[in-house]
């Protein structure tokens, strides 16, 4: 972050310093997490469902912060921020569902304007914004990629995507930066338009418009109107990026007067993808077209659902100033940066493969994340999907996982180890039971576990995906980790092993089950 005194912070925020002088000096960054705060910093105190952060305002100053961002008084030097306004404490939010007195409200709406008051002294600074219902990490994770190598870029980890991580990371940027690409999400109409008020955006990336969270927006059309809320948010002199595969994000060209820039993993467009094809680990090659420029590109990462978000990411590259060549060597040369996302590893000592797509699933990427799993199995191979369910899917949620298991017996998964005995899980099991797939349900991510290395085989493929309340990463570290049974169960003919060793066991069309994971969790947007 750019220097400010607390004095600056108070201003910019619309509040007042407390026991300070307003002259103390932020020289390093701002933290919300006070195990993390430094030399420098400003503490930002949150209060949450079981922890408030205004309890660790002395400690974060005894480890070196210069102020506190409060709610109320802290006993040290702070800037105490006035109540929000009142839209964004009734919103649907996580940080907010806790929030009895409106000081989680206000302190995140500060947060919010502290960011964009730094940003609004950055003139060299260039935003992207990437926001779609599936691939905003990977795609967000590649446009970095590719505006690093132009100047100082700052993306958020992960999937810091919400009104937290949001301002949290445009706060990084300083005077030297460059680039910031900012992965938008929304859980309700206004989301996106709230965060591009905090980061305005010169250009936008909409990737697509499928089902996820639809449970909360109540149709892919409510959906379409608030991704198409980034679009609106950009200037006459920015560029929309739009998928032109995707009818929904098509359509918003005519809701922005930005200059639009359509790509496509189908046909010509504006920035496409041609002769398509895949490697033996689902890596995908194509060649890249940006009006009289094509290049061949090998992709490192995996699935063949990458090849949209990549050549989503080189038309916003393109669009901020970088040249063409150096966008295909960047798209070569990119790894995934974000964990538990299409993250593949192969098991050294029986070359098992490993797919940790654990981070997040809706029914797009799960069919995704299946055929992947799918491409990369030799033939002599088995195919094992370790899943479990899929958050926000609204009251078509148990046919929406049971259409999940029809698709993986049509593609040829060999077996399925389903987490869970909520409705959602449980639906998979009847579905793929009725389908013929041999199917294991589980009580949680240790039997899940265990039964992965009961079946697994050399030279295997395994996916593990899920919403990423369920933790389903734990399943795809122990596989990695290791070694499989010598009393190896058939995919076949689960049925006829040890069903002491094997507590979950197809039988026939149906499986027996013990299970007893809680269908209530909270799950991620």
């Given at each position: 972050m750019i220097a400010l005194t607390l004095a600056q912070v108070a201003q910019a925020v619309g509040g007042r310093v407390d026991h300070g002088t307003g002259d103390e000096l932020i020289t390093g960054g701002v933290e919300f997490d006070s195990r993390k705060v430094g030399h420098g910093d400003l503490f930002v105190a949150i209060p949450g469902a079981r922890v408030d952060g205004h309890d660790f305002a002395q400690r974060a100053c005894?480890?070196?912060?210069?102020?506190?961002?409060?709610a109320r008084p802290v006993g040290v030097p702070a800037v105490i921020v006035?109540?929000?306004?009142?839209?964004?404490?009734?919103?649907?939010?996580?940080?907010?569902?806790?929030?009895?007195?409106?000081?989680?409200?206000?302190?995140?709406?500060?947060?919010?304007?502290?960011?964009?008051?730094v940003l609004d002294r950055l003139d060299a600074l260039t935003v992207?914004?990437?926001?779609?219902?599936?691939?905003?990490?990977?795609?967000?994770?590649i446009v970095a990629t590719l505006c690093s190598q132009q100047g100082p870029t700052i993306a958020p980890p992960g999937s810091f995507n919400n009104e937290i991580g949001h301002p949290y990371t445009a706060l990084q940027c300083d005077e030297e930066t460059e680039f910031l690409v900012a992965e938008m999400s929304a859980r309700g109409i206004g989301h996106v338009a709230h965060l591009a008020t905090i980061a305005p955006p010169q250009i936008g990336v909409v990737l697509n418009v499928g089902t996820a969270h639809v449970g909360e927006f109540g149709s892919q059309e409510n959906i379409a109107v608030a991704k198409g809320e980034l679009v609106e948010a950009l200037p006459a002199s920015g560029v929309a990026v739009l998928n032109a595969d995707?009818?929904?994000?098509?359509?918003?060209?005519?809701?922005?007067?930005?200059?639009?820039?359509?790509?496509?993993a189908r046909g010509p467009a504006d920035v496409w993808a041609s002769d398509i094809s895949v490697d033996a680990l689902s890596r995908p090659r194509f060649v890249l077209h940006a009006g009289e420029h094509e290049a061949e590109v090998q992709l490192q990462i995996f699935g063949l659902h990458q090849v949209s978000n990549a050549v989503a990411a080189a038309a916003a590259?393109?669009?901020?100033?970088?040249?063409?060549?150096?966008?295909?060597?960047?798209?070569?040369?990119?790894?995934s940066a974000s964990a538990?996302?299409?993250?593949?590893?192969?098991?050294?000592?029986?070359?098992?493969?490993?797919?940790?797509?654990?981070?997040?699933?809706?029914?797009?990427?799960?069919?995704?994340?299946l055929r992947s799993l799918v491409a990369m199995k030799k033939p002599e191979a088995h195919a094992i999907a370790v899943l479990g369910p899929m958050s926000e899917l609204g009251e078509n949620a148990a046919e929406d996982h049971a259409e999940i298991a029809r698709?993986?017996?049509?593609?040829?998964?060999?077996?399925?180890?389903?987490?869970?005995?909520?409705?959602?899980?449980?639906?998979?099991?009847?579905?793929?039971?009725?389908?013929?797939?041999p199917t294991f349900s589980v009580s949680d991510t240790t039997e899940a576990a265990r039964i992965a290395q009961q079946i697994i085989e050399a030279g295997d493929v395994v996916l593990v995906k899920a919403s990423n309340a369920f933790r389903l990463w734990t399943v795809a570290e122990a596989v990695l980790a290791g070694n499989p049974s010598e009393e190896r169960k058939s995919h076949a003919d689960g049925a006829e092993g040890d069903s002491q060793s094997l507590s979950c066991a197809c039988v026939g069309e149906k499986t027996v089950t013990n299970s007893s994971l809680s269908g209530n969790r909270k799950q991620d947007a």
């Open positions: 005894d480890q070196g912060a210069v102020g506190v961002l409060a006035p109540p929000a306004p009142d839209e964004l404490g009734s919103g649907n939010s996580y940080a907010t569902e806790h929030d009895s007195d409106g000081s989680v409200a206000a302190v995140i709406f500060a947060l919010g304007r502290l960011a964009r008051a992207i914004g990437v926001t779609g219902s599936a691939g905003k990490t990977s795609t967000k994770d995707d009818p929904f994000v098509a359509a918003m060209a005519s809701r922005t007067r930005a200059r639009v820039c359509r790509f496509s590259a393109l669009a901020a100033g970088v040249e063409f060549s150096d966008a295909a060597t960047r798209l070569c040369e990119h790894r538990h996302r299409m993250d593949v590893r192969t098991r050294e000592h029986d070359q098992v493969v490993v797919i940790d797509d654990s981070y997040n699933a809706n029914p797009e990427s799960m069919r995704a994340g698709f993986a017996h049509e593609i040829g998964v060999s077996s399925l180890i389903v987490v869970g005995d909520n409705p959602n899980s449980l639906a998979v099991v009847e579905a793929a039971s009725q389908c013929g797939v």
